[in-house]
């Protein structure tokens, strides 16, 4: 757990765990739904290359591809009305008010590091996959989120998306209209036994 979490959090959080009146503990749940709870669009980025490149050139070389990831990604997330909760080594986690702008952010994003590899060599170029949910989630102080929605989006932007893909549940799409324009395939994700309805967005030319 991230230290730097409200006490208030992790003090629920312990508490719970402590209770042995199910009363009690569905009332403690239902405070930290209460004070944390929301529903928003989950963004996962993740950078590719990492084992490759770090073993080819060490950590310097990869730790200044994911500086640079840092830079690009921020002000684009915000412009798009998202709102930065973390980095996390080479991850980037962000939430949107809905499942639309996310999906924008994460084009904008890729033809950003599309545009900035052209003025770097191979060895640099920053590539990246993204993962997208929507769903009800704890999001803490702005600094941390947790639900399945963050779980789903993890294993789409993490485990399953290759780099240059963006991923989105079925359940996110849904509430994206056909007059965003938003192109997508259809395709089913399973990890560890878990299928993922999910759709792969295609941005090319747009």
């Known amino acids: 757990m991230n230290r730097k979490l409200p006490s208030k959090f992790q003090n629920l ?9 199910s009363v009690n503990r569905e009332a403690i749940e239902a405070e930290l ?15 590719s290359g990492f084992s490759l490149l770090t073993r080819k050139y060490g950590i310097i070389h990869y730790l200044s591809m ?21 980095y996390e080594a080479d991850n980037c986690f962000a939430v949107f008010p809905d499942a639309l702008p996310a ?5 904008s994003l890729q033809h950003a ?12 170029d920053v590539h990246i996959a993204c993962g ?7 999001v803490v102080s702005s600094k941390d989120c947790f639900g ?24 996110a799409m849904e ?9 997508s395939r259809p395709l089913s994700v399973s990890i560890s036994g878990i299928t993922i309805p999910s759709y792969t967005i295609d941005y090319r030319g747009t």
């Open 13 to 21: 959080l312990l508490k719970y765990s402590q209770e042995v009146s």
């Open 33 to 47: 739904w209460q004070e944390y709870g929301t529903e928003q669009a989950i963004f996962v980025l993740d950078m």
């Open 66 to 86: 994911v500086r640079r990831m840092q830079l690009v990604s921020e002000p684009i997330i915000t412009s798009f009305n998202g709102k930065m909760l973390k």
């Open 103 to 107: 999906v924008q952010a994460a084009i």
């Open 113 to 124: 590091f599309d545009a900035s590899n052209l003025l770097t060599p191979n060895d640099f």
């Open 132 to 138: 997208i949910d929507y769903g009800k989630v704890l």
């Open 148 to 171: 399945d929605a963050v779980n789903r989006a993890c294993k789409l932007g993490e485990d399953t998306a290759a780099a240059g893909e963006i991923l989105v549940t079925q359940k």
């Open 175 to 183: 509430r994206i209209s056909p007059e965003a324009g938003i192109k």
